[in-house]
Every structure is written in C-alpha cells, then in structure tokens.
C-alpha cells in the first residue's frame, strides 16, 4: 500500500524580524517584500508571523496597501 504524504500548501510563511518593532518604513518595506515573493511563488497567501511586540506595526504597514495589493489570504499571526 502506497500513501501519498504529500501535502500542498497554499500559504507562504515567514517570520518577521524583531527590529521592525520601531520602523513603520522598514515594516512597510518587509510586507511588500514578502507580497512580491509569494506572488513569484504563486501562492494565494501570506502569513506573517511575529512576536506580540512587533504585530501592532505589521498591521499599521499592512494598512498601507490596498486591498487589491494584499494576497486574499494575507494573515498576520503571533508566533
């Protein structure tokens, strides 16, 4: 018996760096960053996972873009 364990995942994921904590320019520049990977890639999706300190100007530069920009599955996670 062959078991395909193969599983496709539609969501890019990352990790943010915790120096964005500060720089709503650096934050705004590492989500459009991770946008233009992920549509390179093809995926219908991003997710950002940060820490609880760094969410707060993730979703402030997330903001910024409108929403014809951001994937239909752009999340932002703590993590």
Do not use: C, K
């Amino acid at each position: 018996m062959v078991v395909d364990m193969t599983t496709i995942l539609d969501s890019y994921q990352v990790l943010a760096p915790e120096n964005l904590r500060d720089d709503l320019s650096a934050a705004v520049d590492f989500v459009s960053t991770e946008i233009f990977i992920a549509r390179i890639y093809d995926n219908t999706a991003v997710e950002i996972i940060a820490s609880p300190e760094v969410l707060p100007i993730l979703a402030e530069a997330a903001a910024a873009f409108d929403g014809d920009e951001l994937p239909a599955g752009f999340r932002l996670r703590e993590g």
